[in-house]
T-cell receptor
Framework: DADVTQTPRNRITKTGKRIMLECSQT?????MYWYRQDPGLGLQLIYYSFDVKDINKGEISDGYSVSRQAQAKFSLSLESAIPNQTALYFCATSDGQGALGDTQYFGPGTRLTVL | DQQVKQNSPSLSVQEGRISILNCDYT??????FLWYKKYPAEGPTFLISISSIKDKNEDGRFTVFLNKSAKHLSLHIVPSQPGDSAVYFC???????????FGSGTRLQVQP
């Protein structure tokens, strides 16, 4: 079984719709992240959370919100989707401890298309 | 301002030869670097890392070299195999160790 899962894997929606992307992990990590990838660009940080009560904005948080429902669950919402939010979205986790604490483990991604 | 840069969007090498992927960074406070590999329709997977107290780290066919004075690191794959064909990202923890800063990636194609 995958350690980090994302649902849905693919989603097509229309401008103005609300959409939620979900992430679950079984790695027991406290830290979770949402990234977005556009063609020809690296991964850009949207939001991150170091524990259930800790939510922080990343470099491109406008138009997005998140919820950390439990240690294992971190969801990303687009309140009113727009076409330039069409991208690949990745969830990641890390334990933040020790020499490899910065290593992040990624889910398989969600391909989102906003028409 | 991109703090981690991969200036070669693509690289093609023959099977059995060496692949060298390059990465430059601008923030001298970065002290740890990671390489990730990404296949289509999958998330990035961790490949190898290096601390700034070292100038080389090796894991099987993969070796990462760090030149701190030049703010440059490279990933060597020897020998290259067709299964190595993927997009490779270099990354560094930001100075607050909140998250990773990624380069834009290099697509490696290993020709049989």
């Amino acid at each position: 079984d995958a350690d980090v899962t994302q649902t849905p894997r693919n989603r097509i929606t229309k401008t103005g719709k609300r959409i939620m992307l979900e992430c679950s992990q079984t790695k027991g990590h406290d830290r979770m992240y949402w990234y977005r990838q556009d063609p020809g660009l690296g991964l850009q940080l949207i939001y991150y959370s170091f524990d259930v009560k800790d939510i922080n904005k990343g470099e491109i948080s406008d138009g997005y919100s998140v919820s950390r429902q439990a240690q294992a669950k971190f969801s990303l919402s687009l309140e009113s989707a727009i076409p330039n939010q069409t991208a690949l979205y990745f969830c990641a986790t890390s334990d933040g401890q020790g020499a490899l604490g910065d290593t992040q483990y990624f889910g398989p991604g969600t391909r989102l298309t906003v028409l | 301002d991109q703090q981690v840069k991969q200036n070669s969007p693509s690289l093609s090498v023959q099977e059995g030869r060496i692949s060298i992927l390059n990465c430059d960074y601008t923030n001298s406070m970065f002290d740890y670097f990671l390489w990730y590999k990404k296949y289509p329709a999958e998330g990035p997977t961790f490949l190898i890392s290096i601390s700034s107290i070292k100038d080389k780290n090796e894991d099987g066919r993969f070796t990462v070299f760090l030149n701190k004075s030049a703010k440059h690191l490279s990933l060597h794959i020897v020998p290259s195999q067709p299964g190595d064909s993927a997009v490779y990202f270099c990354a560094a923890p930001d100075t607050g160790r909140r998250a990773l800063t990624f380069g834009s990636g290099t697509r490696l194609q290993v020709q049989p």
